[in-house]
């Protein structure tokens, strides 16, 4: 894989898209990052990995990049999590209430004393913090909304994100979303920053099962129906809204029940719903009209009442707008549309990202049936403009796991299917004694699972984790440390989840993960597909995720287990007959009854057997002919500078050791921090920078640096620091006690002095930092640091 990936990053002339089918085990991140980190540093490129979930996001950075850190392939990694793993301390400020004194004095200490804002910082330090309540301050405000907030001076998390953009870095590790809103910033041109850099000239999609519906995740408009029913306080007739919302709701319980326990999914909206939200809209377009025509509309708070409730009959619009696709979704009541040219725009922004990167997309699961057609028809590729490729499990499933698909169950679509699969599950867990992952496709049913199976953890004495009680890092780590637990999730431990050991010897899957039928957005994507759209759409989604989370089991050579689907369409439907081929093609051996089930769990923990594998041979490698050519006898050419130049040391660029200590004399002399380099220019640009902004004098570097020559000394002359370091200033810094008796004077001081535009006070320990606008008025020598 890893050579592949060499042979398609060196080479600019052909396509700038690889797919890469990569299951468990075939060592993609490693086989991508190696050979991408040394195509980057010789046409110094950046790299941009983007995954879909963040346990894989910190699995690299805690388990790939220490590696790669030894190999001395990666200088400057950082992980950018997505912003909800950022503390905003704004939000606690709004949402005291909702704390108590001790949580907030906790909060406060994270605050003051945090370096990145980072939620796990937070869990680390402090274990029992409720989990529940980190919504109310996990940061919200988008990166530019951040740039103007009073408190991003000293802010840990706004600091820390501003880093994900700097060019020092050499690796970035994201998620999809975040480097998808990037890439949209930058398309369209709307004054906001991308918060991730865009074009670093190679990029990573990892688990790109997932990035099609991460894409619609940022593009959909929607709200939920907590936030709609919010709107009352802001709109005339009141109790009509309330009614219409009432209405509302007592619709979408009616439909809940009809659905039963599988609510995950996009659903039509009912009519009769849309004739409620055509009610609600019209209720906040007469308010509009009703405050705008009031006198007093230009009080403040009319006027942000104006804003917002105009925004939503703009949102309210769509969803009846024929150029729309709207859904609902029951779990989480949530109502979305799109625009129906989302196919296109999808291809454009893929447009985009390929003339400025090469594009490597890869996943574990992303044919159906051995072919890439239906995911290639899905982004709306054409053929002949990728590379794909797929590569077989390392792993022999043969001898190292089992599906059981157990018997009789009742069908999914009936009442009893529940209490017919409870049976089973129960049964794997006296087997297996713990060690289990639960896999539901929907909260609902994992709710309903995880009430009924109490009885049955007590009684074989297992600890349980559910998802939602913790954060999916945190509970994946208890889950890992105790070796005989239990944990039940849906979405997001689908994917991204890698236990190795013993601590998981057993994945149950409660039901065929089918997206829903009628699915909108599916009909959506699955345009010109019609007459096929079983075969197109819906089947190769339910087997990736099928795929997905059967992945979860062997994650390593040692491992074994059983991988158990309480569903009885794998033999009563004719689709079934394909999956049962799809497992059987990777080794699978498929079973119905429970007496091998325990065999196998007998054998396997009583003997410890483990398959044989072939020991690593260089010659097994298959290796592209312009890579394999150009070391075994070195021709002229462009496939030979690439390699040569790989496997040449590199030419030295160094920082002369005058240079060195003249910088490390003027650092320790001027008390900034020692500046390391490993070229002249980084060096002195760091060095001028450096004093410029802590207001030293940068004409002593300029006239005595030790420059190699003259030719180095007209390069670097133009090197200017640009910003200085501003302080907000302590309010003890004239005389006050910490009492804010002085706050007055003060403010009356400055606004005489520098004609201040605004004064705040932000009470910070015992004494507030006063925040002071126009910023410039910072450069006083009164505010020097
Ligand atoms: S800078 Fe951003 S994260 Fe920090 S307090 Fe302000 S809004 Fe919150």
Known sequence: ????????????????IMIAEAPVGTGKSLGSLIPTLVEADIKEKKIVYATATINLQSQLMNSEVPLLKHLQLVK????????????????????????????????????????????????????????????????????????????????????????????????????????????????????????????????????????????????????????????????????????TVNKIESIIKKERINIGESLQGRYQIPVELIQEITRVKSIIVES??????????NKYHKLHAIEMLDEWSFVLARFFDDKYVKWIEYDNLKLSAISN?????????????????????????????GNFSAMIAQWRLNRDEVLTTSYKTPFNYNKQALIYVPKPIKHPNTDSFIPSILKHIKNVLHITRGSTLILCTSKEQMNILWGELQSTFDEIGINRFLQGKSGVEKLTKQFLDDEKSVLLGSGSFFSGFSIPGNSLISVILSKLPFPVKDDPFLELIGQGYEEDFFDYIIYPQMINKLNQAAGRLIRSIDDYGIFTVTDPRIF???????????????????????????????????????????????????????????????????????????????KKKGVPKAQREFTKMICNREGIPIIKASETRKMYEELIKSLYYNWHDTTVVEENFPFRNQKEKDDLKNIKGSER?????????????????????????????????????????TYCRVFIEPTRILENEEFRP
């Open 288 to 297: 509009v009209d009703k405050y705008q025509s009031q006198a007093q509309f």
């Open 341 to 369: 040219t989302f196919p296109s725009d999808f291809r454009a922004m893929m447009d985009y990202i390929k003339t400025r990167n090469k594009i490597i997309v890869m996943s574990g699961t992303l044919t159906s049936d």
């Open 76 to 243: 400057k990694p950082i992980l950018a999590k997505g912003k909800t793993h950022y503390y905003c301390h704004k939000r606690l400020l709004s949402n005291k209430d909702k704390f108590t004194a001790k949580e907030i004095d906790i909060l406060n200490k994270f605050y003051s004393k945090s370096i990145t804002g980072h939620k796990n910082d937070l869990e680390d330090q402090n274990s029992f913090f409720p989990e529940e309540k980190w919504k109310y301050v996990q940061l919200e405000a988008s990166h530019s909304e951040c740039r103007y907030c009073e408190l991003s001076s000293i802010c840990p998390s706004f600091e820390h994100r501003k880093k994900f953009r700097s060019s020092e870095n050499d690796l970035v590790i994201t998620n999809h979303d975040q480097y998808i809103v990037s890439v949209l910033n930058s398309m369209e041109h709307n004054g906001k920053q991308p918060i991730v850099p865009v074009n670093p000239g190679i990029l990573i999609i990892d688990e790109a099962h997932h990035f099609i519906e991460n894409f619609l995740g940022q593009i959909e408009e929607s709200f939920t129906i907590k936030q709609l029913s919010a709107l009352r306080r802001h709109v005339i007739k009141q109790k009509e809204f309330e009614k």
């Open 1 to 16: 894989m890893a050579f592949d990936i060499a042979s398609f990053v060196q080479d600019s002339n052909t396509k700038r």
């Open 725 to 765: 370091k501003k302080v907000m200033p302590f309010c003890s810094k004239w005389n006050c006690k910490g009492d804010c008796t002085a706050k007055e004077a003060i403010a009356e001081y400055l606004e005489d002095k520098y004609d201040t535009k605004e004064i705040r006070f932000l009470k910070k320990d």
């Open 572 to 650: 009563t439907e004719e689709y079934g007959l394909k999956i049962q081929e799809v497992f059987r093609n990777q080794g699978y051996v498929i079973t119905q009854s429970v007496e091998k089930v325990k065999q196998f769990i007998n054998y396997k923990t009583l003997s410890r057997n483990q398959p044989e594998y072939s020991k690593y041979s260089r010659e097994l490698i298959l290796v592209d002919d312009s890579l394999a050519k150009d070391i075994s006898k070195p021709q002229k050419g462009k496939s030979l500078q690439s390699v040569t130049r790989i496997s040449e040391p590199k």
